[in-house]
């Protein structure tokens, strides 16, 4: 059961273009929602993280849409850069495990962003 | 330190071989995960460590795999008698709780080779 559907699997996008990136979720305990960006050969890194209590969080270029009735959100990269070029995955967790606080995150399956000159 | 760090970078066994793969946290760092990362399935979470304790095991894929924390720092991932469907980029995040609890910072990982 695939608990964080992620799309699209891979994305072309002009420089200076926006890279939208839509994932879905089926659990509705998940209350941290959080993006990574991870580069060939490095390990993910956070990027931008929303919880369910707000629509929308943005921080610079990067902005985060949550639709918590659909079970949806997104990821919107503005003024899309070379840089940018990666695999980013979407990502959700819930509230831990018998108190003990486990935020294990279950990943989407990723989409390989590249961003053409 | 600086960041998350795991030993070795790559790893090339044969079938039926036991491997062990470290992962050194941020100082500090009471939380560890282990996570695998492969082709077909992507990112999935395989055991959490809170301090020396490991009170979610459930995304270990079966007996062959283990691991254990020391000292609330450095964790072992043992796989016994790999097989070659165990190929694949082992990752491991470690965290604070606190106000950002939940951001999990990961290591560079481990890339398994099962000849």
Known sequence: ?117 | GAGVSQSPSNKVTEKGKDVELRCDPISGHTALYWYRQSLGQGLEFLIYFQGNSAPDKSGLPSDRFSAERTGGSVSTLTIQRTQQEDSAVYLCASSQPGALRDTQYFGPGTRLTVL
């Open chain 1, 1 to 117: 059961q695939q608990q964080v559907k992620q799309s699209p699997q891979s994305l072309i996008v002009q420089k200076g273009g926006i890279s939208i990136i839509n994932c879905a979720y089926e659990n509705t305990a998940f209350d941290y929602f959080p993006w990574y960006q991870q580069f060939p050969g490095k390990g993910p890194a956070l990027l931008i993280a929303i919880r369910p209590d707000v629509s929308e969080k943005k921080e610079g270029r990067f902005t985060i849409s949550f639709n918590k009735s659909a079970k949806q959100f997104s990821l919107h990269i503005m003024d899309s850069q070379p840089g940018d070029s990666a695999t980013y995955f979407c990502a959700a967790s819930k509230k831990g495990y018998s108190g003990a606080g486990s935020y294990q995150l279950t990943f989407g399956k990723g989409t390989k962003l590249s961003v053409i000159p």
